[in-house]
């Protein structure tokens, strides 16, 4: 068995970070949301009521569908967002009597789902909530916005952005992996620009979110890490290794100096936000057992597992094989 040798980049502080996106793709609406409703019009306008902070909001959004494969040039799409619910746009209350020609929803299964529906024009709205901002390394919250889940609107026609990820072994069987590619019909989701950190810099780049479940963090569901698709095949990899979450830029408890374990679980699960304004989507799958290189089967996942991760990471220099 060949060794593969993984670089990637870690995310880390990963609230600031999806927040330095210009377009966060199911474009971000609001933290902490409570009793969401979705209303779409006629002419192709949503209204998003909740309450959140203490307030009742109504947030009147337009002006985007779908999503541009990446370009260095071109901006990617996104929402024009009016939080006075149409008065800052049209000097009048819109969302008072706002009509509602929305039918019900009856698109694909999404992860995260709130509420959703078919606009007259057969287009989709969607509304998602989740932790985007947990505390990698299987930390427990302790911070207000890492326990909070980001309410996110989608508006698309089509298919929906697609995870495909698989598991095996790397460094000869010493360490877990979770390798694949991320793509939006058929094409690769990747970005241009980022920190050395993983922070996005544009609006076609996308951090992935794996959780792990049942790991030597604790039982349940707890973050491992986040990871940017790679240009230009959209791939990822990450390897389930020990850290030292005071270096890297990691986010961590005050105080905590001691090494974080491997986190490789049970089962895994990787969420990200789709590209443009299209839903969030999400893949799960089961954990592998330690490596065994006396087991035919495992030697045999691990050859096939080989040659489809390099597949994937043709032409990237963090995921090959030597």
Same mark, same amino acid.
């Given at each position: 068995?060949?060794?593969?040798?993984?670089?990637f980049?870690?995310?880390?502080?990963?609230?600031?970070l999806?927040?330095?996106?210009?377009?966060?793709? +199911?474009? #971000?609406?609001?933290?902490?949301? *409570? @009793?969401?409703?979705? &209303?779409?019009? /006629?002419?192709?306008?949503?209204?998003?009521?909740?309450?959140?902070?203490?307030?009742?909001?109504?947030?009147?959004?337009?002006?985007a569908i779908?999503?541009?494969?990446?370009?260095?040039?071109?901006?990617?799409?996104?929402?024009?967002?009016?939080?006075?619910?149409?008065?800052?746009?049209?000097r009048?209350?819109?969302?008072?009597?706002f009509?509602?020609?929305?039918?019900?929803?009856?698109?694909?299964?999404?992860?995260?789902?709130?509420?959703?529906?078919?606009a007259?024009?057969?287009?989709?709205?969607?509304?998602?909530?989740?932790?985007?901002?947990?505390?990698?390394?299987?930390?427990?919250?302790?911070?207000?916005?890492?326990?909070? +889940?980001? #309410?996110?609107?989608?508006?698309? *026609? @089509?298919?929906?952005? &697609?995870?495909? /990820?698989?598991?095996?072994?790397?460094?000869?069987?010493?360490?877990?992996?979770?390798f694949?590619?991320?793509?939006?019909?058929?094409?690769?989701?990747?970005?241009?620009?980022?920190?050395?950190?993983?922070?996005?810099?544009?609006?076609?780049?996308?951090?992935l979110?794996?959780?792990?479940?049942?790991?030597?963090?604790?039982?349940?569901?707890?973050?491992?890490?986040?990871?940017?698709?790679?240009?230009?095949?959209g791939?990822?990899?990450?390897?389930?290794?020990?850290?030292?979450?005071?270096?890297?830029?990691?986010?961590?408890?005050?105080?905590?100096?001691?090494?974080?374990?491997?986190?490789?679980?049970?089962?895994?699960?990787?969420?990200?936000?789709?590209?443009?304004?299209?839903?969030?989507?999400?893949?799960?799958g089961?954990?592998?057992?330690?490596?065994?290189?006396?087991d035919?089967?495992?030697?045999?996942?691990?050859?096939?597992?080989?040659?489809?991760?390099?597949?994937?990471?043709?032409?990237?220099?963090?995921?090959?094989?030597?």
């Amino acid at each position: 068995m060949r060794d593969r040798v993984i670089r990637f980049l870690l995310v880390s502080s990963v609230a600031a970070l999806a927040l330095a996106a210009p377009a966060q793709a +199911s474009q #971000l609406i609001d933290r902490g949301a *409570t @009793g969401v409703t979705l &209303k779409v019009n /006629a002419k192709g306008q949503a209204l998003v009521e909740y309450r959140a902070h203490g307030r009742e909001r109504h947030v009147l959004v337009w002006g985007a569908i779908n999503a541009r494969h990446p370009s260095p040039t071109v901006p990617q799409v996104k929402f024009k967002v009016d939080y006075s619910g149409g008065w800052g746009t049209y000097r009048r209350t819109v969302w008072k009597g706002f009509p509602d020609a929305c039918r019900a929803y009856d698109g694909p299964k999404l992860a995260w789902f709130v509420t959703g529906c078919k606009a007259p024009d057969g287009s989709y709205w969607a509304l998602q909530a989740w932790q985007v901002e947990l505390p990698n390394l299987g930390f427990t919250p302790w911070l207000p916005n890492q326990r909070e +889940s980001r #309410l996110m609107l989608s508006h698309w *026609t @089509g298919p929906i952005a &697609k995870i495909e /990820a698989y598991t095996d072994w790397v460094w000869g069987g010493r360490w877990n992996e979770v390798f694949g590619r991320f793509t939006y019909h058929g094409v690769p989701v990747y970005g241009y620009r980022s920190t050395l950190h993983g922070e996005v810099l544009d609006g076609y780049g996308r951090n992935l979110y794996l959780d792990t479940y049942d790991s030597a963090y604790g039982p349940g569901w707890r973050r491992e890490n986040g990871f940017l698709s790679h240009r230009p095949g959209g791939n990822f990899c990450y390897g389930f290794y020990t850290h030292d979450p005071t270096k890297g830029g990691y986010l961590h408890p005050p105080g905590w100096r001691a090494m974080r374990p491997a986190g490789n679980g049970s089962r895994y699960r990787i969420s990200v936000s789709g590209p443009g304004v299209t839903p969030d989507v999400m893949w799960s799958g089961r954990g592998l057992p330690q490596y065994d290189p006396g087991d035919p089967s495992m030697v045999a996942l691990e050859q096939r597992m080989n040659l489809l991760g390099e597949k994937f990471a043709a032409g990237d220099k963090l995921c090959h094989q030597d």
